[in-house]
């Protein structure tokens, strides 16, 4: 499927959504469960840890609240509605992923060594 169908009936702020997530996702290799405080590994060490976990509750969120429009929307809308739960539920399922050894390590459960 081609990006711009994919993106097609999603609006603005949850293509920022998606791209925020991404980004996550993609951020997440450069964090090797050590917490730095004095130079830009703060980001990584800080920032976007705090960051996944706020944007898991918010796809968890927007995935639910789609669900719920879809249910009184029209079937062109609603065709739309569904196609940006599952892209929720996907993005979802990338950043958990990618930010499993993070997620593991805090459970203590040694994954960096």
Same mark, same amino acid.
């Given at each position: 499927?081609?990006?711009?169908?994919?993106?097609?009936? @999603?609006?603005?702020?949850?293509? *920022?959504?998606? *791209?925020?997530?991404?980004? /996550?996702?993609?951020? %997440?290799?450069?964090? $090797?469960?050590?917490?730095?405080?004095?130079?830009?590994? +703060?980001?990584? =060490?800080?920032? !976007?840890? !705090? /960051?996944?976990? +706020?944007?898991?509750?918010?796809?968890?969120?927007?995935?639910?609240?789609?669900?719920?429009?879809?249910?009184?929307? %029209?079937? !062109?809308?609603? !065709? $739309?509605? @569904?196609?940006? %739960?599952?892209? $929720?539920?996907? *993005? /979802? @399922?990338?950043?958990?992923?990618?930010?499993?050894?993070? +997620?593991?390590?805090? @459970?203590?459960? =040694?994954?960096?060594?």
């Amino acid at each position: 499927m081609m990006p711009k169908n994919l993106l097609r009936g @999603l609006n603005p702020h949850r293509v *920022a959504m998606l *791209a925020c997530t991404l980004l /996550l996702a993609l951020v %997440s290799p450069l964090n $090797d469960g050590l917490t730095y405080v004095r130079d830009w590994r +703060i980001v990584t =060490s800080v920032v !976007a840890p !705090a /960051l996944m976990v +706020i944007m898991i509750f918010v796809l968890l969120l927007d995935f639910t609240m789609t669900r719920i429009f879809a249910i009184d929307a %029209s079937p !062109a809308q609603r !065709a $739309d509605l @569904l196609r940006a %739960s599952r892209l $929720d539920l996907w *993005a /979802l @399922l990338v950043l958990v992923v990618a930010w499993t050894p993070f +997620i593991l390590n805090l @459970l203590g459960f =040694s994954v960096y060594q």
